[in-house]
């Protein structure tokens, strides 16, 4: 729930902040991007006309990406908890891997619909939009832990969990596409605003959970003793049997010098 929450106050501010500085055009796909129902997306059009007569500030940017990485310090310290490593600190050297992870989040929801829209018509018909998504999940899956870890866990160790996000996302999204859009204009007719944000925060708190579950699914089958879990580890030695760690710390130990942010 904190995620999802994180996830709330912490996307919805850049893509407002990237409306704003685009055209009519490239707001409407940024709405498209979200499911924006049409109250919202009256407000956006409002937001990005008064765009043209007042700059955004860098002070204004700067506040909206320091509130944006409230979510990567939740993430961190979820995966942090995942891979059994010392609850991480926050200091200013770490600032810029919670904006890479934030904006990698964002970036990711926005190239999905660009690139599935470039991919609609090829034949066969949806397995390319398919793909795109597959793929797009798989990188953020993979790139968020990676970079908020500070590449303590190799990324192939991450990788088992990035690929059963993008599986599980690819099963739950024709749902999720047949409910949320109706249960946002529902929400919307019935409550306004309120009611479009708490609709908003129940898709949250799925994706969150996926996200999180999924990601401890792949810690366990990285981390596995077995065959399969020595086989996605690589080459170890022979003093760390059940090394699962870039820098040679056994599955389920302490770093000593923390590299976690």
């Known amino acids: 729930m904190t995620v999802a929450a994180q996830l709330f106050t912490s996307i919805f501010p850049l893509l407002i902040l990237l409306a704003t500085w685009a055209t009519r055009r490239d707001a409407d796909r940024i709405a498209d991007a979200v499911s ?28 909206v990406l320091i509130s944006a990485t409230g979510v990567s310090r939740a993430l961190s310290r979820a995966f942090a908890r995942i891979w059994e490593l010392p609850r991480p600190k926050s200091n200013p050297l770490s600032a810029w891997r ?3 992870a934030v904006l990698g989040l964002v970036a990711s929801l926005i190239a999905v619909r660009g690139l599935g829209r470039l991919v609609e ?19 953020i899956s993979l790139f968020v832990p990676w970079v908020l870890l500070a590449g303590v866990v190799r990324a192939r160790l991450l990788l088992p969990g990035a690929l059963i996000a993008a599986v599980v996302n690819i099963a739950v999204r024709p749902a999720t596409l047949a409910w949320f859009p109706n ?47 020595q086989r996605i580890r690589g080459a170890l030695d022979e003093t ?13 130990q302490q770093h000593p010098e923390p590299r976690v942010p």
Not at 44 to 53: C, H, I, K, P
Not at 190 to 216: E, K, M, N
Not at 240 to 252: F, Q, R, Y
């Open 36 to 63: 924006m129902p049409e109250e919202a997306r009256e407000t956006l059009e409002d937001a990005v006309t008064a765009a043209g007569d007042t700059a955004f500030g860098l002070v204004g940017v700067a506040v």
């Open 98 to 100: 919670w904006v890479a």
């Open 121 to 139: 018509g090829v034949p066969p018909s949806g397995a390319w939009s398919a793909v795109v998504v597959f793929v797009c999940d798989a990188a």
């Open 183 to 229: 249960a946002l204009e529902e929400s919307a007719d019935r409550y306004g605003s309120i009611g479009v944000a708490f609709t908003y925060l129940a898709l949250l708190y799925s994706v969150a959970l996926g996200f999180l579950a999924t990601a401890i699914v792949g810690q366990v089958i990285a981390t596995d003793p077995g065959r399969l879990g």
């Open 240 to 252: 760390h049997p059940s090394n699962g760690l870039g820098d040679g710390v056994a599955a389920g």
